[in-house]
């Protein structure tokens, strides 16, 4: 099971950070990852991690402002947003699955969303 956390209201230019916590066996092999559903759009990858080695990919629209790590021993999975923009606006869903995908239908298990929201 995972629930995701830390949403809210910041300004452009704002950081917030985001939690996923985790509940039951998460396999080394699994692949935890963070994505985006904006209104009207359809849901989007931003970030995945390799939660028995910790490699990590992220979406283009957001590399070198958000970083997604993990800690193991609390079974939490963090994602990091810095210079926030309005066009990162979205609920946020965390979710496993056992293989790296960009793809939201690869994946098995899904938190409730986290709603964030910059404003210009």
């Known amino acids: 099971q995972l629930q995701a956390s830390g949403g809210g209201l910041v300004q452009a230019g704002g950081s917030l950070r985001l939690s996923c916590a985790i509940s039951?066996?998460?396999?080394?092999?699994?692949?935890v990852a963070w994505f985006r559903q904006a209104t009207g759009k359809e849901r989007e990858f931003v970030a995945w991690i390799w939660w028995g080695g910790g490699s990590d990919m992220y979406a283009d629209p957001v590399k070198g402002r958000f970083t997604i790590t993990r800690d193991t021993a609390e079974k939490y999975v963090m994602l990091q947003m810095n210079s926030l923009k309005p066009e990162d606006t979205a609920d946020y869903f965390c979710?496993?699955?056992?293989?790296?995908?960009?793809?939201?239908?690869?994946?098995?298990?899904w938190g409730q969303g986290t709603q964030v929201t910059v404003s210009s």
């Open positions: 039951g066996r998460m396999p080394s092999s699994y692949v």
């Open positions: 979710a496993a699955g056992p293989a790296f995908s960009f793809i939201a239908s690869n994946y098995q298990y």
